[in-house]
Structure formats: structure tokens, C-alpha cells
């Protein structure tokens, strides 16, 4: 059964850069699509970008677009979110999880991470 496992987080100052994984164990991730969400305190989860399991990159918040990429290496079994120009407002619990396709609502994924916190401060 696939589970997934994110990390990569930490502290990072207005304008950095992190790149987060999404490690998937118990199943390889061919034929899944995975997506990167976020939540901040007080608000909904988000979607942030979701890849399918064939490399199309998905935006789900525009304000990530052309800061942050996603990518896939299936041999790795693992997803990558490379986060740059990093702003307070990133500041979130970043989850992946998976599907079939990118086009679900947060809720209908799963399985989900236990999630990997950053945080964007001077």
C-alpha cells in the first residue's frame, strides 16, 4: 500500500529557496499523480502544483507560479518541490499525496504525509 513521506522543510528568509520531497514507500509511484498542498494556520488546505504520471505540471495557486516547479523521478520513487523567491506567505505545512489524475479537489486525494512545515521569516 503506497504511503508517502514529505520532508525538506525548515526555516528560510524571504527570497530563499527549499526544495521539499514526497517519498513514496510500499508502492512505486508509476501511474499516480501527485500533488503538493499546503496549509497555513487559521486557513483551508490548498493546492499548490500536482504532477500527473506523465510529467504535466498542474498549478493550482497562481501565486506559486514561476517560483515553484515540480518534478518526478519514479526510479527515485519520490516527488520534488522546488520552492524559490520564497515569501512570508508561503509560510505552511506543505502535505503530498497522491491519485489517479490531477484533476480532484484536495479532499479526494490520498494517501497523504504527515506533511513538512516551512516557514518564511527574516
Known amino acids: 500500500q503506497l504511503q508517502l513521506a514529505e520532508s525538506g522543510g525548515g526555516l528560510v528568509q524571504p527570497g530563499g529557496s527549499l526544495r521539499l520531497s514526497c517519498a513514496a514507500s510500499?508502492?512505486?509511484?508509476?501511474?499516480?499523480?501527485i500533488g503538493w498542498f499546503r496549509q497555513a494556520p487559521g486557513k483551508e488546505r490548498e493546492g499548490v502544483l500536482c504532477?500527473?504520471?506523465?510529467?504535466?505540471?498542474?498549478v493550482y495557486a497562481a501565486s506559486v507560479k514561476g517560483r515553484f516547479t515540480i518534478s518526478r523521478d519514479n526510479a527515485k520513487s519520490t516527488v520534488y518541490l522546488q520552492m524559490n523567491s520564497l515569501k512570508p506567505g508561503d509560510t505552511a505545512i506543505y502535505y503530498c499525496?497522491?491519485?489517479?489524475?490531477?484533476?480532484?479537489?484536495?479532499?479526494?486525494?490520498?494517501?497523504w504525509g504527515q506533511g513538512t512545515h516551512v516557514t518564511v521569516s527574516p
Open positions: 499525496a497522491a491519485q489517479e489524475t490531477c484533476d480532484y479537489v484536495p479532499r479526494d486525494f490520498g494517501p
Open positions: 510500499g508502492s512505486t509511484l508509476d501511474g499516480y499523480a
Open positions: 504532477i500527473s504520471s506523465s510529467d504535466t505540471t498542474i
